[in-house]
């Protein structure tokens, strides 16, 4: 199939889901508002807007800029967390209680208490969909949570033993991720106080990099060494090589097939997104294997990749461990559902023979600024020898 048509395909499907989900919450509304014919009219406008107002918000910032399409970029961010919210949660409604009560109406006269318990349970739904979404809000907004592990590599020389790797990934700059929420990356960064900050891919939205002054900040981010990346699908949508290039002006080494030896004792290895690669994933396990092309076999290695993907070849290539991120933990329901059905693991670490995997939930966010299942992290590894 042409790219062009699996992208127009693409888009038509988003905007038959996008609709039919507005449809169905409309219908929920209309439930509990019962509004008259005049404000059904504005409320159908009022949901037209809401619904088409974060994809606008992204139209408006290509063409006028981020500061002109910034009020109408959180009006839609925020509605976009709270239609996935609501949707799961009247969702639940109707299967936990519309269903079962429906199919006794059916095969008999129903409990005499359905009538109460749909007007009370739908109108409880809805609140609860309000309140998680505050929830998440306000998760989202505390910033990045501070996580440390200790893991030990069998390899890592003794003089390694207690080396600090710090992991950042999906930061998402530009839109409403901006000064306000660097501010609080930098200031977690210093508190982890790392000999070496590693990001794992999806750093910037800003096409091309914008004017460079939000990945500067991230080019200096508290690091005893140089900053390792990798780059993310993000970094292909907003611009490919260009911002590559740019983030790589901000003082990051980006790691594209290639490795780092680390004080003579420990290998970082990194591979691009598989969007930037020919035949996608299947182009992913020969990059894992030109990353390693050369690598000490008595260093422990680290396998920086933004997603979760091919775990069991880069297990069967050497890797110790392998740091990712993408799927943001599933961040705001539907999706944690969603993203459970594309990637094995969505968060947290697995086993994979002989390596670990650790999937970071993501230190920023990309769409709805809504946290309901985990918060913001950045991750300290603490190295340990077991030589």
Do not use: C
Request: hydrophobic share 50%.
């Amino acid at each position: 199939m042409p790219v062009w048509l699996r992208g127009i395909l693409f888009v038509l499907t988003v905007v038959a889901v996008w609709s039919g989900v507005h449809v169905y919450l409309y219908s929920k509304f209309a439930v509990i508002f019962q509004p008259d014919k005049a404000v059904k009219r504005w409320a159908i406008f009022a949901l037209v807007f809401l619904a088409a107002s974060y994809f606008l918000a992204r139209g408006v910032d290509s063409f006028f800029g981020r500061d002109v399409a910034l009020p109408l970029h959180w009006i839609g961010a925020v509605w976009l967390g709270y239609v996935g919210v609501a949707f799961s949660v009247f969702f639940l409604y109707d299967i936990l209680l519309n269903l079962p009560l429906w199919i006794a109406a059916k095969v008999g006269s129903g409990p005499v208490w359905a009538v109460k318990a749909k007007y009370w349970g739908i109108r409880a739904a809805m609140l609860a969909g309000i309140l998680v979404t505050v929830f998440g809000l306000v998760r989202n907004f505390s910033g990045p949570v501070i996580k440390t592990y200790e893991i030990a590599l069998d390899k890592l020389p003794k003089s390694l033993d207690g080396f600090v790797l710090v992991q950042g990934s999906d930061i998402h700059l530009g839109g409403l991720v901006g000064d306000w929420y660097v501010s609080r990356i930098e200031r977690a960064f210093e508190k982890a106080d790392g000999d070496l900050v590693v990001l794992t891919g999806d750093l910037s939205d800003e096409h091309n990099g914008g004017d460079g002054a939000l990945l500067g900040r991230l080019g200096k981010l508290r690091s005893k060494k140089p900053i390792l990346a990798v780059a993310g699908n993000h970094e292909r949508y907003s611009g490919g090589e260009p911002l590559v290039q740019k983030i790589k002006d901000s003082g990051i080494d980006v790691l594209r097939q290639t490795h780092r030896i680390i004080d003579d004792g420990l290998v970082i290895a990194g591979i691009d997104d598989s969007v930037f690669m020919p035949n996608g994933l299947g182009d992913v396990p020969a990059a894992i294997d030109e990353s390693l092309k050369g690598a000490p076999a008595e260093l422990p290695v680290i396998l920086l990749s933004h997603r979760p993907s091919l775990m069991e070849h880069a297990a069967k290539a050497g890797v110790d461990l392998m740091l990712t991120g993408h799927t943001h933990g599933g961040q705001t329901p539907p999706f944690g559902i969603l993203n459970r059905f594309a990637f094995p693991v969505i968060k947290g670490f697995a086993n994979y023979d002989q390596m670990k995997l650790y999937v970071t939930t993501g230190t920023a966010w990309w769409g709805a600024p809504v946290r309901v299942f985990n918060s913001p992290e950045i991750v300290r590894f603490v190295l340990r020898s077991s030589l």
